[in-house]
């Protein structure tokens, strides 16, 4: 594959890096830049003794009882690029390459690994205990992208719930994970864990002094462990972006609110909002976690590409929340090409509504400069409306009945502006 996937970056602040008394998350999802985004509802469910689970490649044990989860995902997989839970827990994972070849072989994908810890995970340490888990017996590994040829890599996710943050960095099935309980913090395609090791697994250090990575003296670091002498060309193209995106948290340290976020998820100029070659930014994500378990989490999606050009639209759990048929791509069953095998030996049209609608107010935007800047205008003005909303929630103004609504509301009244 001439340009494989350069995945993507994360981002969490918590008080006092956040202006109120929030918890604030975001991610880009950069992808190949045809391949289609959509965000998906799951209730919570109760499932069989016995009973297995279907993900990308391979099925697993269920559990007894998964949480209700909102995830924005690559239409052809099972798993999520990121995604939240009834809970408050939030979860988004990046690429990552080792000093540990990645095996050719089947696993669970990490977009998998993020589903799974999302829907099994009561808390970002709780999830964090679900995906290592989950390493250990199942493995990570196959095909990332849909595309005959292969191509796959490690994962680092970012966890957060309402009171704190975990980083987990792995390899293969190793892993180290680092807490942060304050300020602001961002992954990319890098490892990013010294020495401050929070948790990591049982055999990390045996198997890195095994190796010879590291000669058992001193403070031991995971990053400088772990990471190849000879990084990938996309990893090293990534540490710009890495310290960009850092330099960005920084400036807002203090003052960190979704919509600050947002417009962080939409810079250029560092490369966060992604739109090169064959890849962009395919969906976007920013959530906001009270500390006050008394007000609901709120966690907006764009489900279409470039976030500078879409609009973010509000999620909330409730008990009327229903699937958005308008931001859910077309289902092949059987015949998917990633059920199919070999696999991936065609294509089909994965596009959703909404993805549609954007793609014609794109195609606008670039035929008239002029239509494009009004367009794009009252977008953001659709989207601070809905921010408003938010606000008025939080301060107790909307009643509770209407939450469920958002998100629907949202996304029918983009469509039928761009129609």
Not at 223 to 236: I, N, V, W
Not at 354 to 377: F, N, R
Request: charged residues 25%; aromatic residues 8%.
């Amino acid at each position: 594959m001439a340009e494989p996937p350069q995945s993507c970056d994360c981002f969490v602040s918590l008080p006092p890096g956040s202006k109120y008394d929030h918890v604030i998350f975001g991610k880009n999802s950069d992808r190949p830049r045809d391949e289609v985004q959509e965000v998906v509802y799951c209730p919570a469910a109760s499932h069989a003794p016995g009973a297995t689970v279907q993900c990308t490649y391979v099925s697993i044990p269920q559990v007894e009882r998964t949480h209700a989860v909102v995830l924005s995902r690559p239409a052809w997989l099972w798993g999520a690029e990121m995604g939240a839970n009834e809970c408050g827990v939030c979860i988004g994972n990046e690429a990552v390459w080792t000093r540990q070849p990645v095996a050719q072989g089947e696993a669970l994908l990490g977009m998998d690994l993020v589903r799974l810890g999302l829907e099994r995970g009561e808390s970002a340490q709780d999830a964090l205990r679900v995906i290592t888990e989950l390493l250990q017996h199942h493995g990570q590994g196959g095909a990332c992208r849909e595309d005959p040829q292969h191509f796959s890599y490690f994962n680092t996710f970012l966890l957060a719930d309402r009171n704190e943050a975990w980083v987990l960095e792995t390899s293969g099935k190793l892993w180290a994970a680092q807490k942060i309980t304050e300020g602001v913090k961002n992954i990319s395609n890098q490892l990013t864990i010294e020495t401050e090791i929070s948790a990591e697994h049982p055999e990390l250090r045996e198997v890195a002094t095994a190796e010879g990575w590291w000669d058992g003296e001193g403070d031991f670091s995971f990053a400088s462990t772990f990471t190849p002498d000879d990084p990938p060309a996309r990893m090293e193209l990534a540490k710009a972006r890495y310290e960009g995106g850092k330099a960005l948290l920084q400036e807002h340290a203090g003052s960190m609110t979704a919509e600050v976020m947002m417009k962080i998820l939409r810079d250029k100029a560092h490369g966060i909002c992604m739109d090169s070659g064959g890849f962009c930014s395919t969906g976007s994500m920013v959530s906001i976690l009270p500390r006050d378990t008394t007000m609901p989490c709120v966690h907006f999606f764009t489900a279409t590409p470039d976030p500078s050009r879409s609009v973010f639209k509000p999620f909330i759990f409730s008990e009327r929340v229903a699937p958005v048929a308008m931001v859910r791509s077309p289902e092949y069953g059987p015949d998917d090409p990633v059920r199919l095998q070999p696999r991936f030996q065609h294509r089909v049209d994965r596009k959703h509504e909404l993805y549609e609608a954007h793609q014609t107010a794109l195609a606008i935007m670039e035929a008239s400069p002029d239509a494009g800047v009004s367009l794009q205008g009252t977008m953001r003005f659709l989207e601070s409306q809905c921010l408003q909303e938010i606000e008025a929630m939080l301060r107790g103004e909307l009643q509770g009945q209407e939450l469920g609504d958002l998100f629907f509301d949202c996304v029918d009244t983009e469509i039928k502006f761009y129609q």
